[in-house]
């Protein structure tokens, strides 16, 4: 080991702190790429003679900052990056922000076909029970790699031609907009989080009972009325939702950005 690569006992910086500088240093130097697996706890330990309350502190700080994931019963490995999607600050799909951020996102179609609107959708969408809408089920990798299983929905009378529709490598929303004339404008879009079951974790790559983020979203065109529901079930250890929020100058006006019910 080298002399910069020990922990400094006289330093006044926290020795988790500087385990936390060493490991990453160590990443960059190595050329570790995600997947690849660091030093466990009790090798962590050894080579940097150190407490198992400094290791564990350190991995943890890392972890929560994204740099490393620790998978139970396996071991700790460098962290894929999380696509982040906005979650409230912008009406874009997961195409635009994977794009945004220099990734490439392909969907494999499941299913395309109009269907007859059940309960729940005619009420998202603002229509008579049975009325005709796209069904549309995507599986979605970034960077070839299972990310997201969505579920969407759109009045078959706002775009007849979209189960024709190639989306394999096109944006839903640049189609719905230049095929179509439809603009989503705004929507309502929450998020909560929940397990993967047998038949989800198939399709995403994971394990069952892994835990996976459900984003529930009802889109509004220019009429100010609902053109698109869908249900997304992002995995946990790839995704996260970043949101803006402002405190309006009169607490009085405005709606609030993020409602959090149980």
């Known amino acids: 080991m080298q002399t910069g690569d020990r922990i400094d006992r006289g330093s006044p910086l926290p020795m988790y702190h500087q385990l ?17 697996r660091i030093l466990g706890d009790h090798e962590l330990c050894s080579r940097y003679d150190v407490s198992r309350t400094v290791v564990r502190q350190a991995l943890a700080e890392l972890e929560n ?4 994931e620790r998978v139970k019963g396996r071991g700790t490995f460098v962290a894929h990056p999380k696509i982040a999607e906005g979650l409230v600050q912008s009406l874009t ?11 490439h996102l392909r ?18 969408l603002a229509i008579p029970t049975r009325t005709p809408v796209i069904h549309l089920e995507r599986l979605r990798f970034v960077n070839d ?25 096109r944006s839903l929303y640049e189609v719905l907009e230049s095929s179509y004339g439809v603009r989503l404008v705004r929507g ?15 399709l995403l790559g ?50 609030p950005l993020l409602l959090v019910t149980s």
């Open 20 to 36: 936390k500088q060493l490991l990453v240093k160590d990443i960059e130097r190595r050329r570790l790429q995600p997947g690849d």
């Open 65 to 68: 900052e994204g740099v490393i």
């Open 93 to 103: 799909g997961l195409f635009e922000d994977v794009a945004a951020r220099g990734g």
């Open 107 to 124: 969907s494999e179609v499941r299913r395309l076909e109009v269907v007859p609107a059940d309960d729940a959708v005619a009420a998202d």
């Open 145 to 169: 790699e299972p990310w997201v299983w969505t579920v969407t929905h759109i009045p078959e009378s706002i775009a007849p031609g979209l189960v024709g529709e190639d989306l394999t490598d």
């Open 188 to 202: 309502v879009r929450s998020v909560e989080a929940a397990v993967a079951n047998a038949a989800q974790a198939r």
């Open 206 to 255: 994971i394990r069952r009972g892994d835990p996976v983020l459900a984003l529930r979203s009802v889109s509004l065109g220019e009429s100010e009325r609902p053109v698109e529901s869908f249900l997304a079930l992002h995995r946990g250890d790839r995704s996260r939702f970043q949101v803006e929020l402002n405190r309006a100058a009169d607490r009085r006006a405005g709606t």
